[in-house]
């Protein structure tokens, strides 16, 4: 009898011990494509990304700028008067503060914030700009803030025939005031995607949401 009570406190310590490891997601699930206001950007949004995939049907299609360049480090999108670039960096961890979970087992935070790309891990690439060029010589400021916390960008992989191709792309609203630059990156388990979203030349935010492709 005292031999079975032991094993079920073994057992029992060993599930707690488990479910202490898990990872928890501490990331802000209030700019997910589900909490983004209705209207014309989420209509919009819906017609491009995985989040709004259950609201796409009987949406048309947006405009979709080629892609021109694109290699490990960076992507370049092109049409007549506009011009996106985005780069990648080396993430450094020793320039960072690190926050981590169960006894440093799991990186959570990142300078004080939740991240995107290898959570859980230290991640080993950055996103170090996003340039928006129109009208052949105005810069839309894009903030740092809005890219700080992504990590492990992709902009190229190899489909099914050994084709490089991008998930990447640019897209414009019909009435052409508003731009999406959407991005597919990676994470320690499946992909998660980021829009920023410009309307008249101004940076307005972003929409995020992770998990997705697994």
Sequence with gaps: MRSFFGLCLLMLSIAVQAQDEVLPDLR???????????????DDLATFTIGGIDERIGKKPLEKLPATDYNLRSITFEAPNVKVIITSGTFEASKHKLFYYYEKKYLVKIDGKPYYGDYGTVPTTTISSVVVIVNNKDTVAIPPTAYADLFHPDFTYVDGSGTVRTHNAVYLSADKHRMYIYMVNSEAMGKYEVTWILQDNKYVGRVVDSGIMK
């Design 28 to 42: 802000n699930k209030r700019e997910s494509f589900a909490k983004y206001p209705k209207g014309e950007i989420r």
